[in-house]
């Protein structure tokens, strides 16, 4: 069974940073894709894509709201993966989940959340104005 647990989440100023960690076990990290989602606004059951990286690490996707702000990198000999968000917003404002997908192809990456078959409990990032 494979298990993940976000951690960084937290209260920050508009225009600040928080990096984001997941750590995964249970299961050979390397063989995954991941991805970091958010709850949607007012959707309590609907998470949008922020980013993925496959399992290289060197294939990536972003979310076009976040590009230039937000880094995704993985680290396959800690088995984490981390999201870094910079120059962040009020709308940044809500939970976010890593997620972890079996993948056949070292780069292949997933924006669909259907991809992904394990997720973590969630961190909260509240981005205050």
């Known amino acids: 069974q494979v298990q993940l647990v976000e951690s960084g989440g937290g209260l920050v100023q508009a225009g600040g940073s928080l990096r984001l960690s997941c750590v995964v076990s249970g299961r050979t990290f390397s063989n995954y894709a991941m991805g970091w989602f958010r709850q949607a606004p007012g959707k309590e059951r609907e998470r949008d894509v922020v980013s993925g990286i496959s399992r290289s690490g060197t294939k990536t996707i972003y979310a076009d709201s976040v590009k230039g702000r937000f880094t995704i990198s993985r680290d396959n000999a800690k088995n984490t993966v981390y999201l870094q968000m910079n120059s962040l917003k009020p709308e940044d404002t809500t939970v976010y989940y890593c997620?972890?997908?079996?993948?056949?192809?070292?780069?292949?990456?997933?924006?669909?959340?259907?991809?992904?078959?394990?997720w973590g409990q969630g961190t909260q990032v509240t981005v205050s104005s």
């Open positions: 997620a972890a997908g079996p993948a056949a192809s070292f780069y292949s990456t997933y924006a669909d959340y259907q991809q992904y078959t394990n």
